[in-house]
């Protein structure tokens, strides 16, 4: 049962243009969402964050967009830099359902061609 | 401030033997949360301590797997009698008291 799906396994997105990578969930429980970034190797790296409350949420080139009623989140990046070339994943949790464990998608590759 | 730690950073045991693998969290974080990732999947929790408990352990295998956070020293993970379906990156994640959870680099047990 995947509750955190990321239908899209790769992305190939031009240095400079913008990176759009899609979550959809299935729990109506989950009010937190999170997205982390990874690269070959190491540990995700956290990136941005958006509660249930908000519908969008904003760090510098990197944005968060929340359509809870599609149970559907995106994270836009603009512009686009080769460095951003790595492994996106999705994340939830549900403050009443265990305690603060995430919940993450299969992940999407991003790769940034300059 | 440092980030969280884990050692070792590859492990590498025969079937049937035990694993250990050691998380320490970031200064100041109670939280501690074990993940595995097989290969071209995400990561699935396993557990959720803090000092001396299991807050949730729903996401750890019946048999072989256990987990503690002592009051001191880093928070373990322990496979008893590993067979090769246990190859896998595992990584530690700590948090304060938000949502927000800081990963670990992980350790990548490699099983033969």
């Known amino acids: 049962d995947q509750q955190v799906k990321q239908n899209s396994p790769s992305l190939s997105v031009q240095e400079g243009r913008i990176s759009i990578l899609n979550c959809d969930y299935t729990?109506?429980?989950?009010?937190?969402f999170l997205w982390y970034k990874k690269y070959p190797a190491e540990g995700p790296t956290f990136l941005i964050s958006?509660?249930?409350?908000?519908d969008k949420n904003e760090d510098g080139r990197f944005t968060v967009f929340l359509n809870k009623s599609a149970k559907h989140l995106s994270l836009h990046i603009v512009p686009s830099q080769p460095g951003d070339s790595a492994v996106y994943f999705c994340?939830?949790?549900?403050?009443?359902?265990?305690?603060?464990?995430?919940?993450f998608g299969q992940g999407t590759r991003l790769t940034i061609n300059p | 401030n440092a980030g969280v730690m884990q050692n070792p950073r590859h492990l590498v045991r025969r079937r049937g033997q035990e694993a250990r693998l050691r998380c320490s969290p970031m200064?100041?974080?109670?939280?501690v949360y074990w993940y595995r990732q097989l290969p071209e999947e995400g990561l699935k929790f396993m557990v959720y301590l803090q000092k001396e408990n299991i807050i949730d352990e729903s996401g750890m295998p019946k048999e072989r797997f256990s987990a503690e956070f002592p009051k001191e020293g880093p928070s373990i993970l322990r496979i008893q009698q590993v067979v090769r379906g246990d190859s896998a990156a595992y990584f530690c994640?700590?948090?304060?008291?938000?949502?927000?959870?800081?990963f670990g680099p992980g350790t990548r047990l490699t099983v033969t």
């Open positions: 994340a939830a949790s549900a403050e009443g359902q265990g305690a603060q464990k995430l919940v």
């Open positions: 729990n109506s429980m989950f009010d937190y």
């Open positions: 958006i509660s249930s409350i908000k």
């Open positions: 200064k100041g974080h109670s939280h």
């Open positions: 994640a700590s948090s304060p008291t938000t949502y927000e959870q800081y």
